[in-house]
């Protein structure tokens, strides 16, 4: 019995994107609006809202980091969008 989970293929690979915007009635759009110019393909998907803001988190298909560090630059140019972090999933 093995308590280490074997490690995922590399087409199962996903990155975890979690937004913080303004909670305006765009910004869900303007966020998925990034992601599709980038190309990316979204696994997963919630958006609810947090405070006075909107808290989004993005589940993608992993492309490597320059194209995750690429995209969360994107993201955070974004209008009303006030931090993006990323990681693993």
């Keep these: 019995m093995s308590l280490v989970e074997p ?3 590399d ?3 996903r990155r975890l994107f979690l937004v913080i915007a303004d909670d305006t009635p765009d910004a869900l759009m303007r966020v998925l ?3 599709n110019v980038q190309q990316t393909r979204l ?3 919630s958006a609810q809202p947090d405070g006075a803001g909107l808290s989004i988190r993005l589940e993608l298909d992993d492309q490597g ?3 995750a560090q690429t995209l969360a630059a994107r993201l955070s140019a974004c209008p009303s969008v006030r931090g993006v972090g ?3 999933r």
């Design 43 to 45: 696994r997963a998907l």
């Design 11 to 13: 087409e199962d690979k």
């Design 65 to 67: 980091d320059e194209r």
């Design 86 to 88: 990323f990681g693993w």
């Design 7 to 9: 490690a995922k293929p």
């Design 33 to 35: 609006g990034v992601a």
